[in-house]
């Protein structure tokens, strides 16, 4: 099975942690094609306020947050045994490096674009047959579980469901959202089968043994 993960920054936020997902990716990437694409983070943000307060407008800030996912991305090479050293700046060559290793990853890659939409536009272009995206809760709610205790978390929905949901948010840079509007649909354009979930390296390894948790858009 080919995988694609899209793995929120907060994952780097301490070297324990960054194994821990290192080790089960490496574990996932021994029986399947594996390509991790990662975020920026708390540390992005941080650098996106200064370069705001300087004068930068949104598309430089894309540009910082890029950089900083693929910092990310390269410690979480370095921490897998099975993963590219070198971090793609593409999808082709993201393609290349998978001909001789097990696992890719990667961090953003054009401005505009969250890690979300760059991971399935990957997914698109590798024709993974999963996408999965590990974020901060446990799947998609009607509303922002941290701010509304009685948001109702959906088992499964459909992309066209989903995007009512995240029409309303935001769309600047660095903005922290379950799943950005241009994932969406371009998750509606693919037919890529998706999982929403809490991202924890032992859930990762539930999902691709084919238990149900999280979310699922389809």
């Not at 960054?18 to 399947?32: C, T």
């Not at 994932?183 to 999902?207: D, M, T």
Request: some cysteine.
């Amino acid at each position: 099975m080919r995988l694609v993960i899209s793995l929120g920054g907060s994952v780097f936020e301490g070297t324990e942690r960054i194994r821990e997902f290192a080790n089960v990716l490496d574990e996932i990437s021994e029986s399947h094609q594996l390509f991790v694409v990662v975020g920026g983070g708390r540390l992005a943000r941080e650098l996106m306020v200064k370069a705001r307060e300087l004068g930068a407008n949104e598309a430089m800030c894309d540009y910082i947050g890029i950089a900083v996912t693929r910092i990310n991305a390269m410690l979480l090479a370095f921490a897998m045994k099975n993963s590219a050293k070198k971090i793609p700046e593409s999808f082709i060559e993201a393609m290349e490096l998978a001909k001789n290793h097990k696992a890719v990853v990667m961090g953003g890659t054009i401005p505009g674009h969250t890690t979300d939409a760059t991971a399935v536009l990957l997914a698109e272009f590798v024709n993974a047959d999963l996408f999965l995206n590990a974020t901060s809760v446990d799947g998609i709610y009607s509303e922002d579980p941290k701010k509304n205790p009685s948001a109702v978390k959906f088992e499964k929905i459909s992309p066209g469901e989903l995007l009512e949901i995240v029409v309303k948010q935001k769309a600047s840079a660095g903005v922290n959202v379950v799943m950005d509007l241009l994932a969406v649909k371009l998750l509606e354009r693919s037919g890529i089968k998706a999982v929403v979930f809490k991202g924890e390296p032992e859930n990762i390894r539930k999902i691709v043994n084919g238990e149900k948790m999280g979310t699922w858009i389809c």
